[in-house]
């Protein structure tokens, strides 16, 4: 599947109540630290050449110049190719069976599919271009990237619910649609990672999304594969 559609910014004005204002500072903060420890499974595992990122940011909303006259076919291999290696490293280090958690048994309608599809791609845009107006999650290290996609990462949770004994509810689930997203972003970091920015300004615009996008791809995994916060904990040691 392919996404240009690019809605309005989300109006994000405080809440006018106090409790409510109360409620999204616990949330953000609860957030913030998990954020925080996804980063830190990421960067773990990361070489010492892939750690610097640079620290300019502003999101190219039209897409990669570059894919115009690419083979969609060739994409969509590189795309799965990506993601089937993140999911073979991810099982080597939680050391589990990771498959039993990837059964699509109720598949989405194909109209429903495609919105809830559309709708993810408009969020990843959305939320993108706010974090480049606002620079409302930058560290030192770069955007702390679950706090610079909360509503996006809302929905991909919404499309994945458990059950009360904390398995996957097959009944209610969109796990296609999470896997159609999933290879977008995949096709979206190839993208990127092929584009040849001609001045810094670009080139470092480019890191940054790739950052983002790239921590993005293992957010979503941990989601589809139901990866714990304990599994993460070992993983960052």
């Known amino acids: 599947m392919q996404c240009t559609g690019i809605g309005k910014l989300h109006d994000r004005r405080p809440d006018p109540t106090q409790a409510a204002a109360a409620a999204r500072t616990e949330a953000a903060a609860g957030c913030r630290r998990s954020a925080l420890l996804?980063?830190?499974?990421?960067?773990?595992?990361?070489?010492p050449a892939k750690r610097g990122r640079s620290t300019s940011f502003n999101p190219n909303r039209s897409g990669s110049n570059v894919t115009e006259g690419?083979?969609?076919?060739?994409?969509?291999?590189a795309a799965r190719t990506l993601v089937e290696e993140r999911v073979r490293s991810l099982r080597r280090q939680v050391n589990r069976d990771l498959d039993p958690d990837d059964l699509v048994l109720r598949p989405t309608a194909p109209a429903a599919r495609r919105h809830l599809f559309e709708e993810a791609c408009e969020l990843y845009w959305n939320e993108l271009n706010w974090e480049q107006l606002t620079h409302e999650e930058l560290v030192d290290e770069g955007e702390l990237t679950e706090m610079?996609?909360?509503?996006l990462l809302a929905l991909v949770d919404a499309w994945l619910p458990r059950?009360?004994?904390g398995e996957p509810d097959r009944d209610r689930e969109r796990r296609d649609v999470a896997h159609d997203f999933l290879l977008w972003l995949a096709s979206r970091l190839v993208e990127l990672r092929v584009q040849r920015p001609d001045d810094d300004t670009d080139r470092a615009t480019r890191q940054r999304e790739i950052q983002v996008t790239d921590d993005l791809i293992d957010l979503?995994?941990?989601?589809l594969y139901c990866i714990s916060d304990g599994e993460m904990e070992k993983m960052a040691h």
């Open 148 to 151: 610079v996609f909360p509503g």
């Open 163 to 165: 059950s009360d004994n």
């Open 70 to 77: 690419q083979d969609s076919r060739h994409l969509d291999l």
């Open 220 to 223: 979503v995994t941990y989601r």
């Open 38 to 47: 996804a980063r830190h499974v990421r960067r773990a595992h990361l070489s």
